[in-house]
């Protein structure tokens, strides 16, 4: 093979390595490396095949020749296809919708955590108020009267 290019570093995203990759034309695959040693250590499967179209507005219609074409070769229908064909909206909806069950679920947990730290801040208040009226009524059991609790008088100095 003759390199004719090389692409700009793109690092790892998604847990894929994209500066690790090649990129052929099908044809040549076909030709040069299927019926090869390769293809039994490979397999002799395409997993993958990236496909640009020059005009965005035609990404419906080129979806549609790709599912009959290969339905055409694998003598199915479109519906019975045992394969996908994806494009870059798809995966953006998938990824939105993924993005948006995490925010879902962070502000149940958030809800959660602080209906939690209510009810222990309740249970505090209401512990110290219950022992402070306790103690207001052996107070008023000894004599103190209400003028004496605003004043603070009963308090050792």
Same mark, same amino acid.
């Given at each position: 093979?003759?390199?004719?290019?090389?692409?700009?570093?793109?690092?790892?995203?998604?847990?894929?390595?994209? %500066?690790?990759?090649?990129? &052929?034309?099908?044809?040549?695959?076909?030709?040069?490396?299927?019926?090869?040693?390769?293809?039994?250590?490979?397999?002799?499967?395409?997993?993958?095949?990236?496909?640009?179209?020059?005009?965005?507005?035609?990404? %419906?219609?080129?979806?549609?020749?790709?599912? &009959?074409?290969?339905?055409?070769?694998?003598? &199915?229908?479109?519906?019975?296809?045992?394969?996908?064909?994806?494009?870059?909206?798809?995966?953006?909806?998938?990824?939105?919708?993924?993005? @948006?069950?995490?925010?879902?679920?962070?502000?149940?947990?958030?809800?959660?955590?602080?209906?939690?730290?209510?009810?222990?801040?309740?249970?505090?208040?209401?512990? @110290?108020?219950?022992?402070?009226?306790?103690?207001?009524?052996?107070?008023?059991?000894?004599?103190?009267?209400?003028?004496?609790?605003?004043?603070? @008088?009963?308090?050792?100095?």
């Amino acid at each position: 093979m003759t390199i004719i290019g090389v692409l700009a570093p793109r690092g790892v995203v998604g847990g894929t390595d994209y %500066d690790a990759r090649i990129y &052929l034309p099908i044809t040549t695959v076909f030709e040069r490396y299927t019926p090869s040693q390769f293809a039994r250590v490979i397999g002799d499967r395409i997993n993958t095949i990236v496909v640009q179209v020059a005009d965005q507005s035609q990404t %419906d219609n080129t979806v549609l020749q790709i599912e &009959l074409l290969l339905a055409q070769r694998h003598n &199915l229908t479109v519906d019975t296809l045992p394969f996908t064909v994806r494009t870059q909206s798809d995966v953006i909806t998938t990824q939105t919708a993924t993005t @948006s069950a995490f925010g879902t679920l962070l502000a149940a947990v958030a809800a959660v955590s602080l209906v939690v730290g209510g009810i222990g801040i309740m249970n505090i208040m209401l512990v @110290s108020v219950t022992e402070r009226t306790r103690e207001i009524g052996v107070r008023q059991a000894i004599g103190a009267t209400r003028t004496t609790f605003a004043s603070n @008088s009963w308090q050792r100095r």
